[in-house]
């Protein structure tokens, strides 16, 4: 069977059924949404789809443009059974319950790309995922990504799932793939997922070399979730274990385990440089973020003892940042604190 990876980009312009070329059809993805303007053309308000004959034995890519509200075209790899196999839904076991991850293994001397989803996300549901694996595999750079025990094709029960949790979780999983001793990594943390970074930052200081965050909402539990609560959802978390919370668009499961936990996990109740974080750090923020208010990322820059912290604020980014110009500020981000990793190698014979 074959696997489509997917990558979303929002755009105001429908692809006309036509052939194009294979390169051409890669600038949606990693070029600004001027480049896609200038790569396809438009049509009336209708559904096309374009297949791509000219592509390797391994890969083949496609895009559909589909009619919604913002009008999509979606950019597809696909990849043969191999592929399929060696990369995607390998298990690991962690506290009981199979952890489910995508490694795509690429070239050992530049750091590997970690991504930490956000809360109660399956690593299959989101866009940033889709294009930065994609992105990753452009490079050939290694890409790890994980569901967090309780979501997606993970196991176990949500309602255990906490921030401490999910960390072992993901600690478990790099130490199934990679060398600590040799293997560096940047982490991508989006939402709950910025929050799991910092803390394997500060647990990895010799492995992880860069940090990404998304809308990062470190202590979001106790700033936030805890103070917005009413005395009747407080009695019913304390009695069932559990509320069904309204919180920006979504609904959320927000259960007594992971409030309690969230205790013990904070990072911002410290003074300046507090978060003994060293490497360079890009956060991504939108300001107009339903689910978090934008001093979260001044108060995490002022925590951080890393002197190469820079933020990049959004006029109208929302707390998924999944458009276009989103997906192009991760990759930016990305590629700048991988860039910055240097490792002098003084034992091997080429190096004089």
Sequence with gaps: MTCILCCYISTASIMKSSMIP???????????????????????????????????????????????????????????????YQTR??????????????????RPDIPAVVYLPGFFYARSKT?????????????NQTFLVADYSGTGRSKGDFAEGTVSRWLSEIE????????????????????????????LAMRRPDQVVGLVGLSADPDFTEELLLPAL??????????????????????????????E????????????????????????????DEEIPTRFAFDLVDKLQSKDVNVTFVKNGDHALELDDDFARMWYAVCDVSDRYFEFDL???ASG
């Design 22 to 84: 294979l390169q051409s059809a890669f600038i949606p993805v990693f070029s600004p949404l001027q480049s896609l303007t200038s790569a396809v053309k438009t049509s009336s308000p209708s559904t096309h789809s374009s297949f791509l004959s000219n592509t390797s034995r391994k890969s083949t890519l496609f895009c559909k443009s589909t009619l919604s509200n913002k009008h999509s075209i979606t950019c597809a790899v696909l990849l043969d059974d191999e592929d399929e």
């Design 261 to 288: 936990d969230g205790k013990k996990m904070v990072v911002l109740n410290g003074g300046s440089n507090s978060i003994a974080v060293k490497c360079p750090v890009r956060l991504i923020q939108g300001m107009a």
């Design 172 to 199: 478990a999983v790099l130490d199934e793939v990679l060398d600590r001793s040799r293997n560096k990594v940047v982490l991508v943390g989006s939402g709950i997922g910025g929050w799991i970074m910092v803390h």
């Design 347 to 349: 034992g091997s014979p």
């Design 127 to 139: 866009a940033k995922i889709n294009a930065l694996q994609m992105q990753c595999r452009r490079k």
């Design 230 to 259: 009413t005395d009747e959802q407080r009695q019913t978390l304390e009695k069932d274990g559990m509320i069904d919370l309204t919180w920006g668009y979504r609904n959320y499961p927000i259960h007594k385990a992971l409030i």
């Design 89 to 106: 839904n390998r298990v690991v076991n962690v506290l009981g319950n199979d952890i489910i991850y995508d490694h795509f293994p690429a």
